[in-house]
């Protein structure tokens, strides 16, 4: 069964730093990957996906992701981060290879810009 | 363009009660997907709806139904509420299986006493 996994909880970046938010899938056949992000008390905004061709993936309001095939990985990525960024990030995996829009979410990383 | 629309944003009820949830999509497209948020239990899918066929449904029990209309508008149903149903549904739609992401709305909070 396709699992995407988001190791940490929280991240902490001060402003103007690059940061790094994790994901690691497990996938049976080919990845769809996406990292969506969620305001509070609002749905989930689509930022980035990767279904096949390079392997840095640029997305909205300046994020970029990574896949990596050997290591299994897909992090979201900033330059350099805004207090605005601060929201939560989620990570999906399409379920079945593309079949149905079916999409496993990870848990979560709740990302915390400081001024 | 308009985006998803969900109704109503914040209900409340009472355990064996029931409730609908509406959901229009963007226009234009035909794929509308179900998701239920809780803090326990993250984001779980329910079912997906595709030119008014449920084409995958997640892991619940039958008390949650939904259907799709011949408009790509879609609803879903939880009937004999239970305390753990509370949660956020939230609705999402695409314009197809190809393109891969999803549209969300900004979900039904749904609250059981």
């Known amino acids: 069964a396709q699992s995407v996994a988001q190791p940490e909880d929280q991240v902490n970046v001060a402003e103007g730093n690059p940061l790094t938010v994790k994901c690691t899938y497990s996938?049976?056949?080919?990845?769809?990957l996406f990292w969506y992000v969620q305001y509070p008390n609002r749905g989930l905004q689509f930022l980035l996906k990767?279904?096949?061709?390079?392997?840095l993936v640029k997305g909205s309001y300046g994020f970029e992701a990574e896949f990596n095939k050997s290591q299994t990985s897909f992090h979201l990525k900033k330059p350099s981060a805004l207090v605005s960024d601060s929201a939560l990030y989620f990570c999906?995996?399409?379920?079945?290879?593309?079949?149905?829009?079916?999409?496993?979410f990870g848990t979560g990383t709740l990302l915390a810009v400081q001024p | 363009k308009a985006g998803v629309t969900q109704t109503p944003r914040y209900l409340i009820k009472t355990r064996g009660q029931q409730v609908t949830l509406s959901c229009s999509p963007i226009?234009?497209?035909?794929?509308v997907s179900w998701y239920q948020q809780t803090p326990g239990q993250g984001l779980q899918f329910l079912f997906e709806?595709?030119?008014?066929?449920?084409?995958n449904k997640g892991n619940f029990p039958g008390r949650f139904s939904g259907r799709q209309f011949s408009n790509s508008r879609s609803e879903m149903n939880v009937s004999t509420l239970e305390l753990g149903d509370s949660a956020l549904y939230l609705c999402?739609?695409?314009?197809?299986?190809?393109?891969?992401?999803?549209?969300f709305g900004e979900g039904s909070r749904l609250t059981v006493l």
């Open positions: 999402a739609s695409s314009l197809s299986r190809e393109t891969g992401e999803l549209f």
């Open positions: 996938v049976s056949g080919n990845p769809y």
């Open positions: 990767y279904i096949t061709g390079d392997n």
């Open positions: 999906a995996v399409r379920d079945d290879g593309g079949a149905t829009n079916k999409l496993i």
């Open positions: 226009s234009g497209h035909r794929s």
């Open positions: 709806y595709f030119s008014e066929t449920q084409r």
